[in-house]
Every structure is written in structure tokens, then in C-alpha cells.
């Protein structure tokens, strides 16, 4: 899983900062869906991909309802954080998105919403975008490290662990 590697690279050499509980989430594999826990964190994992005709990337997390239909996750049913990895070529970065962010957008299910099972993401070296894409990347790059060229490890654990 590419994504976990990323997020074993970040904390390596660190005390204490360890992936544990790893589940794979099948319904999600191609996505390298996961969950996993470090420190008192719990946290989603996802590989965004590349598609060839719209900007950004696109990513899925979503499960099976008990009629067997796909439903996007509700706020009790999602860890502490969203993480989605992104990696094209030589960029990386990743969004750590807090569920309190996920549940205000309309990301997560409630009893008044359906939420969603799929999103695209918008990295920092997005540009020329639509103006819905434009606002969806104001609002995300807050929860966006660009990981191309170093690694600001304040950011990620600002990010993961705030």
C-alpha cells in the first residue's frame, strides 16, 4: 500500500509515533483502504488517483449499508481523521481532514443528509481549476501538506495529532 508507506516514512525514527490496529478495508482496496490508530488517534486511509479528464483526484470511502447498499460513513462510524494520500510522479502531499470537518461539509451521513461516498481532492499544485474546484481547494488546502520537495514535520503533526 503506497499510502501506508508515505505515513510509515513520516513517523519513522520517532518514538511512540507507530501505525497500530492496521484493517484493511476490502470494499475500498483499490483506494488502499484502511484504518489504523496511532498514539490515541484513530484515522480512515485513502489513495486518491489521477483521472485523465478532470483536474484533481479522485478518491472513494464508503461502506455497506445492512440492505447491502453502498452508504457513505456516518460521524459515529468514521475515526478521529480522513487521510488522502496523493502521489503523481514526483508529487506527494496529503489532507488529514478532521470528521468535524467531514460532518460540516456534508462529507458524512446524518439524518438529514446521505452525505457522500467519493470526492476529488485539490493539491496545492492544482491550477487552472473551475470556480467549484477553485472553492472546494480554499477550503482544503488548510488540511493539505505538499510533501514533494521535504517534509514540514510541524505540519504533519499539527495535522494528524490536533
Not at 484493517?23 to 484504518?35: A, I, L, P, R, S
Not at 456534508?106 to 452525505?115: K, M, T, V
Given at each position: 500500500?503506497?499510502?501506508?508507506?508515505?505515513?510509515?516514512?513520516?513517523?519513522?525514527?520517532?518514538?511512540?509515533?507507530?501505525?497500530?490496529?492496521?484493517?484493511?478495508?476490502?470494499?475500498?482496496?483499490?483506494?488502499?483502504?484502511?484504518?489504523?490508530?496511532?498514539?490515541?488517534?484513530?484515522?480512515?486511509?485513502?489513495?486518491a488517483k489521477k483521472t485523465?479528464?478532470?483536474?484533481?483526484?479522485?478518491?472513494?470511502?464508503?461502506?455497506?449499508?445492512?440492505?447491502?447498499?453502498?452508504?457513505?460513513?456516518?460521524?459515529?462510524?468514521?475515526?478521529?481523521?480522513?487521510?488522502?494520500?496523493?502521489?503523481?510522479?514526483?508529487?506527494?502531499?496529503?489532507?488529514?481532514?478532521?470528521?468535524?470537518?467531514?460532518?460540516?461539509?456534508?462529507?458524512?451521513?446524518?439524518?438529514n443528509s446521505n452525505g457522500?461516498?467519493?470526492?476529488?481532492?485539490?493539491?496545492?499544485?492544482?491550477?487552472?481549476?473551475?470556480?467549484?474546484?477553485?472553492?472546494?481547494?480554499?477550503?482544503?488546502?488548510?488540511?493539505?501538506?505538499d510533501m514533494s520537495e521535504?517534509?514540514?514535520?510541524?505540519?504533519?503533526?499539527?495535522?494528524?495529532?490536533?
Amino acid at each position: 500500500m503506497e499510502s501506508l508507506e508515505l505515513i510509515g516514512q513520516l513517523f519513522a525514527g520517532t518514538d511512540n509515533y507507530y501505525v497500530k490496529n492496521l484493517k484493511e478495508e476490502n470494499q475500498n482496496k483499490e483506494y488502499d483502504g484502511c484504518t489504523f490508530s496511532i498514539q490515541n488517534y484513530t484515522f480512515r486511509s485513502r489513495l486518491a488517483k489521477k483521472t485523465p479528464k478532470k483536474k484533481g483526484y479522485f478518491v472513494v470511502f464508503w461502506k455497506k449499508g445492512s440492505d447491502n447498499k453502498n452508504q457513505a460513513y456516518s460521524f459515529d462510524e468514521m475515526p478521529d481523521k480522513l487521510i488522502i494520500t496523493v502521489i503523481d510522479k514526483e508529487r506527494k502531499g496529503q489532507f488529514i481532514f478532521p470528521k468535524t470537518v467531514l460532518f460540516k461539509k456534508g462529507i458524512l451521513r446524518n439524518e438529514n443528509s446521505n452525505g457522500k461516498m467519493a470526492t476529488r481532492v485539490y493539491p496545492s499544485w492544482e491550477t487552472d481549476l473551475n470556480n467549484n474546484a477553485m472553492k472546494t481547494q480554499q477550503w482544503q488546502k488548510e488540511y493539505f501538506i505538499d510533501m514533494s520537495e521535504g517534509i514540514d514535520t510541524q505540519q504533519v503533526f499539527t495535522l494528524y495529532f490536533t
